[in-house]
């Protein structure tokens, strides 16, 4: 970390800009900073590997109100929508320009007959979900759902196959029903339910958490079941998925240790977990909402562990995968906090406030550094459950902090990663527990801009940041940035914009700029040439 005095940018001419800006300012920095800038060097003549769009996908699971409710209300519904999906939270999803979404779970893959959701809807099966409330499960939204929500948003699917309680002809059989374009009885019976081209299918999942909900299995036992499955999942040339193994959740190896050394081809990749808990402990685990400082702090330490989780696993697959051709896929991450009084517990529905915007970014942060081996990130889950990016009460949405994050986003993807010095640096600590208090991530776009990224953790202190950018001549800059009026500010039915993007104040001089980053804030800044 470089702490400097107050940078000399803010006495230069350049302060008229901030001058000018000063209504914006206040708006935008509550708080007063310390009497130093931290100073930042962007090596946008450095440039990287490219930033998968993929980091930025979702997870949609049959899950309490996450997919009934949330996005498929059923065409008799009273609330406005589209052949069943709710427009509100269509249009919100598109906005976000989400590059991939897995179904149907999570724990529900692993008990799902692909069966019961094809066909006319009165005549489908219903089941209980045994995993989350015990609720029946009217099978409603299947896979012509799913393919229609995906070809509504513009994105791609990502399919989690049975591996738990289905056989490997089951899961073989639903790829053929996606993916045939002959004439087989399968491919007969998709046209007859409506649809008559093949989807594409770029990614499946073999298995979930076969740990855990996924049948309870050891490393070994998994392995050889998923050669044994991933074997006939066959498809036309052209349309063949890519092949993802069910891995771990922590810092432990063993579980790609036995993958990478015991399956020796039809692997493209090894799925990986990780939940944010405050507490870090799974009865007790915090308050989304009305948590002490302590815990805002625990849960960005904690969420921050994943950096090290990823890269112990990378080692692993660096020492028998030297190519870099089999990626990690961190198929859900997010917060999971305590349930919220007033909903079934089993729904895991829970409030989403600033504190998980930062918690999104900074592991969108992170996600950057890893994604030549991070191939996807898909945070759980999309809607009403968990980290949700858009909560709903009847027939009104939300979009939460955490929508506003990766909207603020959305200009990483497909970027080029350039390096800034330092990623994170200052410290911010209470009690046991440190953090940095800034976290940065610079990208050129696709466009051509250069892209930073700035999290100040801490909770009352602003920032002042002086960032120098080496390779890149800035001749606009513009910035937004998203903070709360508390550590717990939160988007409410009644009081949907609490917490949304503002402009920043961003001041250019030269080749650096300088702005001031609110306390809690997530902040990007965006120059051009
Ligand atoms: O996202 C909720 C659950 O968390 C998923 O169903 C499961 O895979 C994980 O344990």
Redesign the pocket.
Known sequence: MKRIGRNPLWHSASRAAVVCLSLLSLLAAPAAAADEAIELRVRADQPGDTISRYLYGQFA?H?GRGIYEGIWVGEDSEIPNTRGFRNDVIAALKELEIPVIRWP????ADEYDWRDGIGPREERPVRINTHWGWVLETNAFGTHEFFDLVEMLGSEAYIAGNVGSGSPRDMAQWLEYMTADNDTTLARLRRANGRDEPWKVPFFGVG??TW??GGNMTPEYYTDLYKRYATFLKAPEGNRPKRVASAGWDHHTNWTEALASGVERGIDGISH?YYTIPSGVWAKKGNSTGFPEEEWVSTLDRTMLIDGYLAANEAVLDEHDPEGEIGIYLD?WGTWYDPEGGHEPGF?YQQNSIRDAVVAALNFHIFHRHTARLHMANI??TVNV?QAVVLTEGDRIVRTPTYWAFDLYKPFKDATFVPIEPGETGEYSLGEVSVPQLSATAALTVEGDLVVGLVNLHASEAIDVAVDLEGFAAAKASGRVLMGDSIDAHNTFENPNAVKPEVLAVSLDGGDFTARLPPRSVSVVRLRP
């Open positions: 699971e899950l779970g999570g724990c529900f979930n958490e855990g909900c977990h859900e895991l759980a889950q968990l």
